[in-house]
């Protein structure tokens, strides 16, 4: 298997994002977590180059208004269950040319923190759950975000390993999928720092502050 043949590497899906209308709201609670955010934040919510100390950045951190095709990218399953009420798409893609690995983040900002909440095990069951293969085990990420998941297994024909992680930050839901063509490129470890980093970025964000968390901090 090789690097071209993963599943989880969506540079040609961030080639497909087009441009779209920014925009911000709150839900009615007045609730901070509850703070919808806008298209720049969520793009600004992806790590970029400067995050990830050691990658090299495939696809720059892209955001656009969710639509039809987006929907069918974001939430591949049934009638695109887990995108009712989202907002925002955004994704960026990188890789490590020495361990062979990609690493992709993907953001769907909805309108609401219940839409968020709702659409969480919808698309963790359903889709996101089973990208890091049937053999995949779970493992801790620690306390970031309101809720959390992570799977680790074989991603590849030849037992090459790959992680999925999903995180809820307030209104918005998160996502690292990981994979290298080399059996030691990625670790739990290294898994749970880029989860990290976006998760950490997210809160930044909806506390009304440019995000700033990178690797390393």
């Not at 298997?1 to 087009?18: E, F, G, I």
């Not at 919808?36 to 990830?52: I, S």
């Not at 359903?126 to 779970?138: E, I, M, T």
Request: include cysteine.
């Amino acid at each position: 298997m090789t690097m071209r043949n993963y599943r989880w590497c969506v540079a040609t899906v961030a080639a497909l994002l087009l441009t779209g209308c920014d925009g911000g709201a709150e839900s009615d609670t007045g609730n901070a977590k509850a703070v919808a955010l806008t298209k720049n934040q969520v793009r600004e919510t992806l790590p970029d180059g400067e995050a990830m100390t050691g990658w090299t950045e495939s696809a720059r951190p892209t955001a656009v208004e969710m639509d039809k095709l987006h929907r069918s990218q974001a939430c591949p399953i049934k009638d695109n269950a887990g995108c009712e009420n989202s907002r925002f798409y955004g994704t960026s893609t990188f890789r490590r040319d020495d361990t062979a690995a990609t690493a992709t983040f993907l953001v769907v900002a909805y309108d609401s923190e219940q839409a968020a909440r709702e659409a969480y095990d919808v698309l963790w069951d359903g889709y996101y759950g089973k990208r890091a293969g049937q053999r995949a085990k779970s493992f801790e990420l620690g306390p970031i975000g309101d809720e959390r998941d992570a799977r680790f297994g074989s991603s590849g024909f030849r037992g090459e390993p790959g992680a999925v992680t999903q995180t809820r930050v307030g209104t918005t839901l998160l996502w690292t999928l990981a994979a290298s063509a080399d059996k030691g490129g990625i670790d739990e470890d290294g898994v749970r720092d880029l989860a990290t980093v976006l998760a950490e970025r997210a809160e930044q964000a909806r506390n009304g502050d440019a995000p700033t968390a990178a690797l390393g901090d």
